[in-house]
């Protein structure tokens, strides 16, 4: 027996919604690239065996995300989330503002905080907006102010109408620089074009992390071939549901050839850190 068999997991990147929430093509993707799910649809949407489900994969946390994205995805409303998570404390519920929907994106965000977002995620390539546009600021200085951390999707995206230049790290080298003290969490780490920018940005900020869903980890070494060096950097997310069960990443992540620590830290410590867990 591997000492790393009992580790549990905080899943830092999990979406969830009910079908009317998506677009067509969002579900014609997810029944054919993830049919064992599309398949328990109905068990996943329910709050209550979705937290036995991740129970029995050993999660002990895990970040639900809302989604704001008319042109792309759909819309799983920020209300909807809470509601998901309410009477369950495994489930930490973050919030979402689509700044060209919003029409006062603070004071909505300020809304989502008192309901208990535990954070914040973004979606620049699919709201089409920059980062670090100063219209987003407040944003940030809330979120700061609060002790919240800030999720914001960079690289690719399967999904049609998303527009990756919003995507690309360097923006954040702005934010962190601006914001020292806020906790900044690149979601699938630049995928694609970006890998190796976004592990020098983090490198170079001490507030901004690399977040490893929706990348294969077989190939994390590849990517990143410092990363135990650095691995106080990197935080674990599924990107569920789009990925086989969830925790089938997790197995191959504790299999890779770095300490134990190193794993630990991964899957648990680094996310605890930034969460204040
Ligand atoms: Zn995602």
Not at 24 to 53: G, L
Not at 205 to 212: A, G, V
Not at 268 to 274: D, K, L
Request: aromatic residues 14%.
């Amino acid at each position: 027996m591997n000492n790393l068999d009992n580790l549990k997991t905080i899943d830092f990147h999990i979406h969830i919604g009910l079908k009317e929430h998506w677009h067509e093509w969002v579900h014609t993707y997810q029944k054919s690239a993830h049919s064992e799910y599309y398949k328990r649809y109905e068990e996943m949407i329910d709050p209550k065996r979705f937290v036995s489900y991740l129970k029995s994969h050993q999660i002990e946390k895990a970040v639900i995300l809302p989604e704001i994205s008319p042109i792309v995805t759909g819309v799983v409303p920020n209300e909807y989330v809470f509601e998901f998570c309410h009477g369950n404390d495994i489930l930490l519920p973050f919030c979402t503002i689509n700044p060209s929907l919003a029409s006062q994106p603070a004071q909505e965000f300020k809304k989502y905080i008192k309901m208990g977002a535990k954070g914040i995620k973004l979606y620049p390539s699919y709201n089409h907006f920059y980062p670090n546009d100063s219209e987003i600021y407040p944003l940030y200085a809330l979120a700061k102010e609060n002790q919240l951390p800030v999720l914001i999707h960079t690289g690719s995206s399967v999904f049609k109408g998303s527009k990756i230049k919003y995507a690309d790290p360097i923006y954040l080298d702005d934010v962190a620089a601006d914001f020292p003290e806020l906790s900044l969490i690149m979601a699938h780490s630049g995928r694609g074009l970006w890998y190796e920018k976004a592990f020098f940005l983090s490198r170079l900020h001490s507030n901004l992390y690399l977040e490893i869903s929706g990348l294969p980890p077989k190939n994390l070494l590849n990517y990143f071939p410092d990363m135990e060096k650095y691995i106080d950097k990197f935080v674990y997310g599924s990107d569920w549901p789009g990925i086989r069960t969830i925790s089938s990443n997790i197995e191959i992540i504790k299999n890779l050839p770095l300490a134990e620590d190193s794993i630990r830290k991964i899957l648990y410590g680094n996310a605890a850190r930034i969460l204040g867990l």
